[in-house]
């Protein structure tokens, strides 16, 4: 009897579960398609290439869209079964809630495992692959990807601003170049340029024109004027050699980076940082599960309009609390490891307390 009840629980979950993750997955890629259908129609970009780019952006979307439809769907239905008094009828008939619950704890136990190798492996690589085929897109169609008025990324190095472009022309440019950590950043402005591919569209060059180069040093700033000026070649060898960023590592790859005897206290917080934070949030399903279950016996509703918002105002607590932690961590003002356990340690606080009071009702 009471098998036969857990495994009804996990099929009502199921379905509401890949709903939800393929509808919000669907919400989260909207702005992704709107810019998608504007490189292919608009500016001439490969479709498979564009395709590509949206493959890539969706790993790191499962990492936010699956806990979140996870705690849609318990909700859902648990509020149903509250709504409709069978957990009531369940527990007059000598059957624990507990076993009852049992069931969707395991499955978001093991669906937050999961998700912690999944965040670890395929996300971390999908980012750090999007970001190289990004760069590769910019260096075939570089003229493509230039907004007026908008700041455009070339390299780690350089952050670039036109107000006009008119194909690979540009006009009235404002450009960042930073060449190392101990450096100044270097402003430039002029007043004209032109980006364009060379070598078969393996290199990206960018020439400016009539302009000024202004350096800060020693508490002073050099300006120097210029008739033409080039930004260092972007090729396929940039592209091949990028460095991943520490959101890219894996946790293998976050241990050996902590042990470098030269790095600077800056950076292995936040090593240290990234490592707590991908453990502590992989673990938000299970934490979602243990929430959600309680407010669903405890609200009494099972409308898919009230779950989806108790869901989402439940994650959006989460991920705040997550906001300040990494920011508590960054500032050096709390430890990495207790900052980022911190947002979980809060939820299954209050998750215990509201599943005494359910199991009570």
């Known amino acids: 009897k009471i098998k036969i009840l857990q495994r009804y629980i996990l099929q009502e979950c199921w379905l509401p579960f890949l709903v939800c993750t393929i509808t919000l997955t669907f919400i989260f890629l909207a702005g992704y398609l709107v810019r998608a259908a504007d490189f292919i129609i608009g500016r001439g970009i490969p479709l498979w290439d564009t395709c590509y780019v949206l493959i890539l952006a969706l790993p790191e979307m499962f990492s936010y869209t699956v806990p979140m439809s996870l705690l849609t769907a318990v909700i859902l239905v648990f509020g149903g079964l509250s709504q409709n008094n069978e957990i009531r009828a369940m527990k007059s008939s000598g059957v624990n809630p507990i076993l009852i619950m049992t069931p969707a704890f395991l499955a978001a136990l093991v669906l937050s495992l999961s998700m912690f190798v999944f965040n670890d492996q395929v996300a971390t690589y999908s980012g750090y692959k999007l970001r190289k085929v990004s760069k590769e897109i910019l260096i075939k169609h570089p003229a493509a990807l230039i907004e007026p008025g908008r700041f455009v990324k070339l390299s780690d190095s350089i952050v670039f601003l036109t107000k006009e472009r008119d194909g690979n022309k540009m006009r009235d440019i404002i450009a960042y170049e930073n060449e190392g950590p101990e450096k100044p950043v270097r402003t430039i402005m002029a007043e004209r340029g032109e980006i364009f591919s060379q070598n078969k569209n393996s290199e990206l060059k960018i020439k400016l024109y009539d302009g000024s180069v202004s350096d800060s040093q020693d508490a002073s700033v050099q ?97 705040i609390l997550f906001v300040g932690a990494k920011t508590m961590a960054v500032s050096a003002s709390v430890p990495p490891l207790f900052a980022f356990w911190v947002p979980n340690a809060v939820l299954l606080f209050i998750g215990s307390r509201l599943l005494r009071r359910s199991l009570m009702a």
């Open 223 to 319: 300006s120097i004027q210029f008739k033409t000026y080039e930004f260092p070649t972007l090729g396929s060898d940039d592209v091949r050699l990028m460095k991943k960023k520490v959101r890219e590592f894996t946790l293998a790859e976050m241990l050996l980076k902590s042990q470098e005897k030269d790095l600077s206290k800056k950076d292995r917080r936040e090593v240290w940082g990234s490592f707590h934070q991908r453990i502590a949030f992989a673990f938000g399903c299970f934490i979602f599960v243990f929430l959600g279950i309680p407010i669903a016996v405890l609200v009494h509703r099972g409308e898919v309009v009230v779950s989806f918002g108790i869901s989402m105002i439940a994650t959006s607590f989460y991920y």
